[in-house]
């Protein structure tokens, strides 16, 4: 089972924090596309093996991109995330997105997770995410530890920031 919903929802910051695209606060040359903060709504879950994961998050600051999302492991009150999974990224013309780092927040049966990739050169395009496997590990209190439970699956997220013009026409919505 799959559920999808793309929401365009785009932040932007030029560094300064009084200034707003197009108020007249912002006196300064505009900041090239490339050069901006963006914030993406990505809002895509995917639903396998009782573990649903959903990506939230797509942020661009510098030359990094972090992808956010939550894993809930439903139907399995002894155990929880054991470790960060390895989220791969590939763009719409194939070339995939080096992963930096990782980081999980574990709380019983929900997680937060965070990557930390490369900026990809074009930022607004399509893009493909795969998760293969997920490590799970008992949680009960005052046992002896057991071993790792890797719970196989195929978690595959579709979904795509919007194009330069959207971008900017959405950018401009917020500024009113």
């Not at 924090?17 to 900041?31: E, H, K, N, T």
């Not at 719970?151 to 920031?161: A, E, M, Y």
């Amino acid at each position: 089972m799959k559920w999808t919903r793309i929401i365009p929802v785009v932040e932007e910051s030029s560094g300064r924090r009084d200034a707003v695209p197009g108020s007249q606060a912002d006196s300064a040359a505009p900041v090239a596309l490339s050069a901006r903060s963006w914030a993406f709504a990505v809002n895509s879950t995917v639903d396998s093996s009782n573990i649903e994961i959903s990506l939230l998050s797509f942020v661009v600051v510098g030359d990094l991109a972090r992808v956010t999302g939550l894993i809930h492991v439903r139907n399995r009150p002894d155990v929880r995330l054991a470790s960060v999974p390895d989220l791969s990224l590939t763009t719409a013309d194939g070339s995939s997105l080096a992963c930096l780092s990782g980081h999980v927040l574990p709380h019983g049966a929900m997680a937060w997770v965070s990557w930390l990739f490369r900026r990809p050169a074009n930022v607004l395009t399509d893009y493909e995410g795969r998760i293969e496997r997920v490590d799970l590990e008992h949680h009960t209190g005052g046992r002896v530890p057991r071993p790792r439970q890797p719970q196989r699956g195929t978690w595959v997220f579709h979904f795509t920031l919007p194009t330069a013009p959207a971008a900017a026409t959405m950018a401009a919505a917020l500024a009113d």
